[in-house]
């Protein structure tokens, strides 16, 4: 076991190009940050060589790759240091068995959600894409910071505003808006759907936080702007990519009307 620096940056990448869309949030912060802890802000962890076995340590733990026995020592690994993380995320037959392993540390788990699809979109989007969708502007945050709050309660049963105030998750979705990643549509001033590309490698475009208002759910526009956002994201030459809840039918509806098709299951772990 080994914590991973700049001299191994070639192989780390090299290892995650190998599955782009699965590996893209980890991707993508390699690509923008390199592999040095203090700028990644995250470890990365190997057994033995980083294209063979990799895990993630940050605000999300996530083994990348690995055989079961390379995952228990992952497990042992974390489990021996304060955890950082809130959550377990990634490929679930990696993830799941990791969290049986840590459950007696860190459980029990606020949720697991143990089937979430990947999904990409190999070609162009097979519903016509909302021209009212727009990148978001600094401008457009007291309009688009309530909607995103809103999604965030929704998809993850607790207020980000809770703990200060709301600071950090704000700084974040300034952060999205900065770097050109937050869309929506605004009717009358307000956000009546909205989406992020949550992570964006120079091969794979992530998109996360699709919401619609509840008034005008129904009506079309979570296909069409997601659309529009997938359509984006292609124009950049990357692959549209989201990964979703097997329990949502009409989000997985929606992403299959696009022409969305699974390639891979994650899973996700919800800490306390």
């Not at 549509?185 to 091969?203: I, Q």
Request: glycine share 8%.
């Amino acid at each position: 076991m080994r914590r991973l620096g700049q001299a191994d940056a070639d192989e780390v990448v090299r290892g995650l190009g190998t599955d782009p869309v699965a590996n893209c949030m980890v991707l993508a912060r390699v690509e923008a940050h390199g592999v040095t802890p203090n700028r990644l802000g995250a470890e990365l962890w190997t057994v033995d060589h980083p294209g063979r076995s990799l895990c993630y340590s940050g605000a999300n733990l996530i083994p990348v790759h690995g055989s079961p026995e390379a995952v228990a020592m992952f497990a042992e690994l974390a489990r021996r240091q304060p955890r950082a993380c809130s959550s377990l995320v990634g490929m679930a037959h990696l993830v799941l068995p990791m969290w049986e392993l840590l459950e007696d540390w860190w459980g029990p788990a606020r949720e697991v959600r143990a089937r979430q699809p990947l999904l990409a979109l190999p070609g162009a989007p097979l519903v016509t894409p909302d021209p009212h969708v727009r990148r978001v502007c600094p401008s457009d945050l007291p309009a688009y910071l309530p909607a995103s709050v809103a999604m965030f309660i929704e998809e993850m049963g607790i207020d980000p505003t809770a703990a200060d105030g709301g600071a950090a998750y704000r700084r974040r979705v300034v952060e999205h808006i900065a770097e050109g990643r937050a869309y929506a549509r605004f009717e009358d001033g307000a956000v009546v759907y909205k989406a992020e590309v949550g992570a964006s490698s120079s091969t794979t475009g992530q998109i996360q936080g699709v919401w619609v208002a509840p008034e005008r759910r129904g009506s079309g526009l979570a296909g069409a702007g997601t659309a529009a956002v997938a359509a984006a994201i292609r124009s950049s030459h990357r692959l549209p990519s989201l990964y979703v809840n097997d329990f949502n039918a009409t989000a997985r509806r929606v992403y299959e009307r696009i022409g969305f098709h699974e390639v891979a299951t994650f899973a996700t772990v919800l800490l306390h």
